[in-house]
């Protein structure tokens, strides 16, 4: 059983920033490989984000490619999306997830506009 929590999200001018973290617990953080996923209002949900377990190797969407960064510190039990050059379309509910999908956080909003 995995209990994961999301943070770091809110209201961002185009071009700002934001980092998001989810924080795990009830369960062995290290054994899973994450994924950060999002949905907006009339869109379908996209994977964003995956590390592996170790950290070691990471994958984007091509919609962020080169704008975000995924990461993560096993030890504080906790996953990151650096978001860098953020734009309206990135504009969504940001959820953190494991790599099998059993087990996702409550969701976080991310807001973009001028």
């Known amino acids: 059983q995995v209990q994961l929590v999301e943070s770091g999200g809110g209201w961002v001018q185009p071009g700002g920033s934001l980092r998001l973290s989810c924080v795990a617990s009830g369960s062995t953080f290290g054994a899973y490989g994450m994924h950060w996923y999002r949905q907006a209002p009339g869109k379908e949900r996209e994977m964003v984000a995956y590390i592996t377990s170790h950290g070691l190797v990471t994958e984007y969407a091509d919609s962020v490619k080169g704008r975000f960064t995924i990461s993560r510190d096993n030890a504080e039990n906790t996953l990151y999306l650096q978001m860098n050059d953020l734009k309206p379309e990135d504009t969504a509910v940001y959820y953190c997830?494991?790599?099998?999908?059993?087990?996702w956080g409550q969701g976080i909003q991310v807001t973009v506009s001028s």
């Open positions: 997830t494991t790599a099998l999908r059993s087990y």
